[in-house]
């Protein structure tokens, strides 16, 4: 369905796409406008297609100028192997914020058979990981269209195109952090660009589909079952997630009503309820610091896949199976992971980075989250934590950069940008900002943040904006060196730690 229309955001003029003001016009004037504005569409159709981005730091190409994503339904069939291309269909609800000739969209590792805008033929090209779309009518900024794309989706992955789909023993999952979704369905491949989503996912009978927000129907017609999910909240595209296989769906209450609902491999269902039952008191464990759980649902995606890594797609982690039957990993470990990722759904979910240099605010935030837990649940001293962290962040900063100008990813290994730097020497320094402005600041400042940015993006400046409010003084120059600095600052209260080199700790998973 179409939704209601929201003002669009306007955003710098960028190449490819051309912005102006857009005065009153004449009515004798208007049909010389009309031709002159059809011969720009006949010369720029003529330039050769490039892909665009949003010119973020870290990943240039990803996002495109020029609109502003309100929906995406996406249609997938699953032909019951998970080696084969699904069919599917890509429907983007868009606001223009500049006048358009050409759209683009992130998408590599499918085949498009056909596009259409505003329910008219359009031409499309491929320009490196873009779709180039050449509609037959000029858009003009600040107009409602709506993108239709028939197209494969590609579970195997190429060269160098990691993420994506997730090929499991019984089926598929989705692991799109950071650059991936656009591997899956054509897309605004970048967090600053939020949106709606809804899903229809049709596999053959006895496969069982779950997908990010709510379940709104299954249909069975013959062999096959369409499964149906719509969020009620923004997301941004590298949390979508679907499940596909021979999976069950445990439900169980979690606070003031919140459903919870799980999806684990059927076999392991009995074996697994133990830790999954511990999620509705970990929402309540977050609740208490950091105010209500911002989304209609919650639930963890155990998966028989090798990642290496947890995700926190929006209302279903993703984790493996694994981690919770790997007898090497204490209990008390494996909760705070959990943990992580519960926690990403206020830091990182409903509030976005504006940019991915800004990610600090995700991991930084979770793995706070997670050292507190095991503090509070476990016996596990937070001020050890960080006092390693400490000796270690010199070393971090070199290598990977400060947590909030971290470096680029290694080439080939795009998820490299999550390192230790942007984990625990992001928490490093939540935790000189608490010492440096008191416990009850720090936890009012929390509660505000995720308050003040709910279903929004929010950067690095806005972060310490109010930080400063909440403290009643700039803390710009406090930030400057936390979180951009070479070298880490003094920590406030522990004048005895020190920045040194040290044993590099013990090899842990990833909590993306």
């Not at 595209?237 to 979690?254: C, M």
Request: one cysteine or more; aromatic letters at 10%; hydrophobic letters at 35%.
């Amino acid at each position: 369905m179409l939704l209601t229309p929201r003002v669009p955001r306007r955003i710098p003029s960028q190449p490819g796409t051309r912005s102006r003001p857009r005065p009153r016009i004449s009515r004798h004037r208007a049909g010389a406008l009309l031709a002159s504005a059809v011969a720009v569409c006949l010369l720029a159709a003529a330039a050769p297609a490039e892909p665009l981005g949003v010119g973020d730091r870290l990943f240039p190409y990803l996002g495109n100028p020029g609109y502003d994503v309100a929906s995406y339904d996406l249609s997938f069939t699953y032909p019951g192997a998970n080696d084969k291309p699904l069919q599917a269909v890509t429907t983007i609800d868009a606001w223009t914020t500049a006048d358009l000739d050409r759209i683009n969209l992130d998408f590599a590792r499918g085949t498009v058979t056909s596009v259409e805008v505003d329910g008219r033929p359009a031409e499309f090209t491929s320009a490196g990981e873009d779709l180039v779309v050449t509609p037959d009518h000029l858009l003009t900024e600040g107009s409602w269209t709506r993108i239709t794309v028939k197209h494969t989706s590609d579970p195997v992955a190429g060269k160098d195109q990691d993420g994506g789909w997730v090929r499991t023993s019984d089926g598929l999952a989705m692991a799109n952090q950071a650059d991936a979704a656009h591997l899956v369905f054509p897309c605004n491949d970048h967090p600053s660009d939020k949106a709606l989503f809804t899903f229809h996912v049709t596999a053959p009978n006895g496969y069982t589909v779950v997908a990010n927000g709510m379940p709104v129907g299954a249909d069975q017609v013959g062999s096959s079952t369409t499964w149906t999910y719509r969020t009620r909240h923004p997301m941004a595209t590298e949390l979508a997630q679907i499940s596909i296989g021979r999976s069950t769906v445990l439900h169980r209450d979690g606070p003031r009503g919140l459903q919870v609902r799980d999806v684990v491999p059927s076999a392991d269902a009995k074996a697994l309820q133990p830790w999954l039952d511990k999620t509705p008191e970990q929402i309540a464990w977050l609740e208490s610091k950091v105010g209500p759980y911002p989304f209609e649902t919650y639930g963890v995606l155990m998966a028989q896949a090798d990642t290496g890594f947890e995700l926190e797609t929006q209302t279903l982690s993703l984790f493996e199976k694994d981690l919770f039957t790997q007898p090497a990993y204490p209990k008390w470990y494996v909760e705070s992971i959990m943990v992580h990722e519960l926690s990403h759904q206020w830091f990182g979910d409903s509030v976005s980075p504006r940019t991915w240099s800004d990610v600090w605010l995700n991991e930084g935030h979770a793995t706070w989250y997670e050292a507190l837990y095991a503090e509070e649940t476990a016996h596990k001293p937070m001020e050890d934590r960080m006092k390693a962290a400490y000796a270690n962040s010199d070393r971090w900063r070199e290598a990977g950069g400060p947590p909030a100008l971290p470096k680029g990813p290694a080439p080939g290994q795009k998820i490299s940008i999550f390192r230790p730097n942007v984990y625990d020497g992001a928490a490093l320094a939540l935790y000189a900002l608490r010492q440096e402005i008191g416990k009850p600041a720090f936890e009012r400042l929390e509660r505000m943040w995720v308050q003040e940015h709910r279903d929004s993006t929010a950067g690095t400046a806005d972060f310490v904006r109010l930080a400063s409010t909440v403290a009643g003084r700039d803390l710009t120059g406090f930030f400057k060196g936390w979180l951009y600095g070479e070298k880490t600052p003094p920590m406030p209260g522990h004048p005895d730690w020190k920045a040194a080199a040290s044993p590099k700790a013990a090899k842990g998973r990833t909590r993306k």
